[in-house]
């Protein structure tokens, strides 16, 4: 079966710091992985999707920034947090071909 | 353009009543559709999914939803509410035709289940 590995669980970081939250997939080659972010437990807002290595999509311009360098690894960065940048950050895949999507069990961030 | 609508920011329900959480979709053909639930600081968990044939599919956890064509809607039918049914949940619809978008989630509806 598919497992998706989010680390770290939670994060504060001070407000200028830099920012990287890793996303590994295990079970399956060649999914779509997708980044969201939610606040205060509502809905789900798609940050950036990738449907391979290198390629990655943006969905909001914002000071954040995704990379893909290898097949089962999604990575969430920023040079510099903002308070704005404070969420519940969750990792996606979709198995190649397939219908739906799983989620791995989230990061939670506090920018202070 | 693929679109999800959940009216209910909020559904309360007493236990052992029956639940029902709506959903209403816009795509351009035939609609893949979905239902996750999030407990506090976790993850989305599938809970069922509507891709062809039978209008009414059974989840997990005694879900169940029924894809209505006509009305655009996918609600989420639960007969007796349990107190650990309260969470956040999530519809979602994707076309399939649409190569590889993302889903498209609704806002997501509350639940709360009263003992």
């Known amino acids: 079966s598919q497992t998706i590995h989010q680390w770290p669980a939670t994060l504060v970081q001070p407000v200028g710091s830099p920012l990287s939250l890793e996303c590994t997939v295990e079970?399956?080659?060649?999914?779509?992985l997708y980044w969201y972010r939610q606040a205060a437990g509502r809905g789900l807002q798609l940050l950036f999707y990738?449907?391979?290595?290198?390629?990655i999509s943006s969905e909001v311009p914002q000071n954040l920034s995704a990379s893909r360098p290898q097949d089962r690894q999604f990575i969430l960065s920023s040079k510099k947090l903002l308070l704005s940048d404070s969420g519940f950050y969750l990792c996606a895949a979709r198995l190649a071909g397939g219908p739906f999507q799983f989620f791995g069990p989230g990061t939670r961030l506090t920018v202070l | 353009a693929q679109s999800v609508a959940q009216p209910e920011d909020q559904v309360n329900v007493a236990e052992g009543n029956p639940l029902t959480v709506k959903c209403t979709y816009s795509v351009s053909g035939n609609p893949y559709l979905f239902w996750y639930v999030q407990y506090p600081n976790r993850g989305l968990q599938f809970l069922l999914k509507y891709i062809t044939g039978d209008n009414l599919v059974k989840g997990s956890y005694g879900f169940e939803a029924e894809f209505n064509k006509s009305q655009t809607s996918f609600h989420l039918k639960k007969p007796s509410a349990l107190v650990s049914d309260s969470a956040l949940y999530f519809c979602a619809v994707r076309d399939p035709n649409s190569g590889n978008t993302p889903l498209v989630f609704g806002k997501g509806t509350r639940l709360s289940v009263i003992a």
């Open positions: 990738s449907v391979g290595i290198g390629q």
């Open positions: 079970g399956t080659s060649n999914p779509n």
